[in-house]
């Protein structure tokens, strides 16, 4: 095997932009194979670990440090498919996210087409009104409250349910997405984010901004695993390749 040309920390961290700490951190972490040692027992890196730093630095944009960290640790202990399980783990969250906006647009739409009926009385309204107003049963109601999706407050007195105007905005928002088919763990994100946003317009935005941030880092995402992936063919590391020896200089 062609000898590597031999590297020292401070090489590998100015290609980096990194400390020569940080090297020895990366090295200590797993982030990077194992470095020989002269007969003074300094470090030499070679260019397989300038490939794993370069790796690692475009994971660590796209997966985050833990995860990133997490990934070349388990390729330098010989477990592959132990690594693509993070990131195919952190690809299945991003979905999952990306649903979860897609269910908020939608639904957004889907309150835009039907404007709110005029509520019978200014103030709050009990749950058989409110029943009434939607079309729905109080049954359906007290379930959408027990799912954690609805929190109207109480009369002191009679400790009669008491639906205010944003309480029942949710529980029309409510009653649309079941009407969809969606499930309570679809809608809960929704009415998290038209609570905090305050508006259908502020939550429209904040959604729109959050598409285009996954969109973002789904790229980082992809050019990450393309550089792992060249790293992997590079050192001949995992399945059907013989280990290379990365301890020489």
Same mark, same amino acid.
């Given at each position: 095997?062609?000898?590597?040309?031999r590297?020292? =920390?401070?090489?590998?961290?100015?290609?980096?932009?990194?400390?020569t700490?940080?090297?020895?951190n990366y090295?200590?972490?797993?982030?990077?194979?194992?470095a020989a040692r002269?007969?003074s027992g300094?470090?030499?890196?070679?260019? @397989?670990?300038?490939?794993?730093l370069?790796?690692? #630095?475009?994971?660590m944009r796209g997966?985050? =440090?833990? @995860?990133?960290?997490?990934?070349?640790?388990a390729?330098?202990?010989g477990?592959?498919?132990?690594?693509?399980?993070?990131l195919?783990?952190?690809?299945?969250a991003?979905?999952?996210?990306r649903?979860s906006?897609?269910?908020a647009s939608e639904?957004?739409?889907l309150?835009?087409?039907e404007? =709110?009926a005029?509520? =019978?009385?200014s +103030?709050?309204l009990?749950?058989?009104?409110?029943?009434?107003l939607l079309?729905?049963?109080?049954?359906?109601? #007290?379930?959408?409250?027990?799912a954690g999706?609805?929190?109207? +407050?109480?009369?002191?007195a @009679?400790?009669?349910?008491v639906y205010?105007p944003?309480?029942?905005r949710?529980?029309r928002?409510?009653?649309?997405?079941r009407?969809?088919?969606y499930?309570?763990?679809?809608?809960?994100p929704v009415?998290d +984010?038209l609570?905090?946003?305050g508006s259908?317009?502020?939550?429209r935005?904040?959604v729109?901004?959050?598409?285009?941030?996954?969109t973002?880092r @789904?790229?980082?995402m992809i050019?990450?695993?393309?550089?792992?992936?060249a790293y992997?063919d590079?050192v001949k590391? +995992?399945p059907?390749?013989? #280990?290379?020896d990365?301890?020489h200089?």
């Amino acid at each position: 095997m062609t000898k590597e040309r031999r590297l020292r =920390p401070v090489d590998l961290a100015r290609s980096a932009g990194v400390s020569t700490q940080q090297i020895r951190n990366y090295e200590d972490a797993g982030v990077l194979p194992p470095a020989a040692r002269t007969a003074s027992g300094y470090r030499v890196f070679g260019e @397989t670990h300038r490939g794993a730093l370069l790796a690692y #630095r475009t994971l660590m944009r796209g997966y985050g =440090p833990v @995860t990133a960290t997490a990934i070349m640790r388990a390729v330098h202990e010989g477990d592959v498919p132990g690594a693509l399980a993070l990131l195919d783990a952190a690809h299945a969250a991003l979905h999952e996210e990306r649903v979860s906006l897609r269910a908020a647009s939608e639904a957004l739409e889907l309150l835009a087409a039907e404007p =709110p009926a005029p509520l =019978p009385r200014s +103030g709050g309204l009990r749950i058989g009104e409110v029943a009434v107003l939607l079309g729905v049963r109080t049954s359906a109601l #007290r379930v959408w409250e027990e799912a954690g999706l609805l929190t109207p +407050g109480r009369e002191r007195a @009679t400790g009669y349910r008491v639906y205010e105007p944003a309480d029942v905005r949710d529980a029309r928002l409510v009653h649309t997405l079941r009407r969809s088919h969606y499930l309570f763990d679809q809608i809960r994100p929704v009415l998290d +984010g038209l609570r905090r946003e305050g508006s259908s317009a502020a939550l429209r935005a904040a959604v729109a901004a959050r598409g285009e941030a996954l969109t973002a880092r @789904t790229r980082v995402m992809i050019e990450g695993a393309g550089v792992l992936h060249a790293y992997l063919d590079a050192v001949k590391i +995992g399945p059907g390749y013989e #280990r290379a020896d990365q301890g020489h200089g």
